[in-house]
């Protein structure tokens, strides 16, 4: 796939007005709704157990199934899309490796606050990915509108599992717990460095994504939700190693 005039990482996005290819989109609604299929299993059983947590809190209870509904809305948009596109693929291999891990980790007893903590690294990169794309013009009409939606609607999800769902499991985690949090957080960071962001780096950044922004908004939000947790998040350590990988400087 080729697409011209890409701008260089230096280039700020939100201002290029540069028309960039529909297929470079496409390719990242894949790949969302690959990672979608992952992600509505776990946020659904962090819900469940908040929920269980504090069964009195109704207005809780009601931004917990609004967030359940939107990443079901997500996966269904996705796939809607995909499905009148046919451009459905094989499921990437790192998507697997993401889906044992999380069905390892959900299988436990004690599993809220690593539960929390997968779902904020996740949203993190959701969020300063679309949120970018967002503010890029793409030639295809829908491709944009989808991911505007999904920026906007996870803005919402990052700040209701940070501010709320995060810190009510943090109160009453375990040590055992808060041991897990950092098996979780380097499974993640392995897979992703390793598996995801190295094969699908060119393909964002052709839809617009300033690859060296986005890795320190990522990082930047995953520290912010994670500090008043009181776990430890080497921000500036993974940051160097993610720019070594990925080639951004």
Known sequence: MEVASLPTDRTPQAASGVRLSSDAALDVVRDIYYMKLMAVEVVSQLAL????????????????????????????GCRSLLADRDAFAV??????????MMRSCGGKRRRTLPLAVAVILCIAVERSAMQQ????????????????????????HYKLVAQVVAPCAASKASLLERTRVYAVIGRITLIT???WWPRQVQTYRACGLNVG?????????????????GVFFPRRLLLRLARIILHVS
């Open 91 to 100: 499921k990437p291999v790192y998507v697997r490796h993401y889906a044992r």
């Open 213 to 229: 922004l986005f890795l320190e908004d990522v990082l930047q939000y995953a520290a912010a939700a994670l500090r008043p947790l």
């Open 133 to 156: 794309l967002a503010r890029t013009t793409v030639a295809d009409r829908e491709l944009s509108d989808l991911l505007r939606k999904l920026g906007a609607d996870e803005e919402d």
């Open 49 to 76: 157990d908040t929920i269980a947590s504090v069964p009195k809190d109704s207005r809780l209870f009601s931004r917990l199934l609004e967030q359940i509904q939107q990443e079901f809305d997500h996966l269904n």
């Open 193 to 195: 460095l390793l598996r």
